[in-house]
Structure formats: structure tokens, C-alpha cells
Nanobody, 123 residues
Framework: QVQVVESGGGLVQAGGSVRLSCTAS????????IGWFRRAPGRERQAVIC????????DYTDSVKGRFTASRDNAKNTVNLTVNSLKPEDTALYYC????????????????WGQGTQVTVSS
């Protein structure tokens, strides 16, 4: 059974940093791209960043470029997302998802999803 689990969210002050982790089990992790999405209150789910199987990252949202970085550790079946210079508008439920293909901006193209981890940025 495949499981995808996010961790690391919480309440953070604006300007601070947070590191989120996405761990997957029950699949051959090296064969999957891992995407991060977020859903802010009252808004649609948004693709943020993705890490392909060989480690190349793709940014999907202009507002996060330079502040969001992602990397994968295949030995630990984990992708980490570090967010710096947090802004109140980064407040959202952050999800990761696994896709057995290259990265996609569309959440519906992913095979497996986690339940999400909440990040709340206070001003």
C-alpha cells in the first residue's frame, strides 16, 4: 500500500523559514517525480514546485521563486521543501504528490497524494 506523508508545518512569523518533508512508502521512490502544491483559504490548489526523478526542480509559481527550494533524498524516500522569507500569503495547506512520470503542474496527473500539512504565517 502506497503512503505519502507530509510533515513539518506549523505557525511561523513572517520573514521566517520552515522546512516541510514528504515521505513516500510502498513504491519505488526513484521512479517518481514529487510535486508540492498548496491550497490557501478561499483559493484553488496551486502547483508550487516539483522535483523530478533525477533531482531537477521546476518552479511553478512566480511568487515563490528564490524563496522555495526543494531537494530529494532517495535513500530516505523523502523530498524536503525549504521555504524562506515567509509571507502571510504563503499561509496554506501544503500537499505533496507522487507521479510516475516527469513533473506536471496539474494535480490530477499525480498518482498518489498526502493529506497535507498546514503552514500559517503570522504578520
Amino acid at each position: 500500500q502506497v503512503q505519502v506523508v507530509e510533515s513539518g508545518g506549523g505557525l511561523v512569523q513572517a520573514g521566517g523559514s520552515v522546512r516541510l518533508s514528504c515521505t513516500a512508502s510502498g513504491l519505488t521512490f526513484d521512479d517518481y517525480s514529487i510535486g508540492w502544491f498548496r491550497r490557501a483559504p478561499g483559493r484553488e490548489r496551486q502547483a508550487v514546485i516539483c522535483v523530478e526523478m533525477r533531482g531537477r526542480t521546476i518552479d511553478y509559481t512566480d511568487s515563490v521563486k528564490g524563496r522555495f527550494t526543494a531537494s530529494r533524498d532517495n535513500a530516505k524516500n523523502t523530498v524536503n521543501l525549504t521555504v524562506n522569507s515567509l509571507k502571510p500569503e504563503d499561509t496554506a495547506l501544503y500537499y505533496c504528490a507522487a507521479r510516475d512520470d516527469s513533473c506536471s503542474r496539474s494535480w490530477s496527473r499525480y498518482n498518489y497524494w498526502g493529506q497535507g500539512t498546514q503552514v500559517t504565517v503570522s504578520s
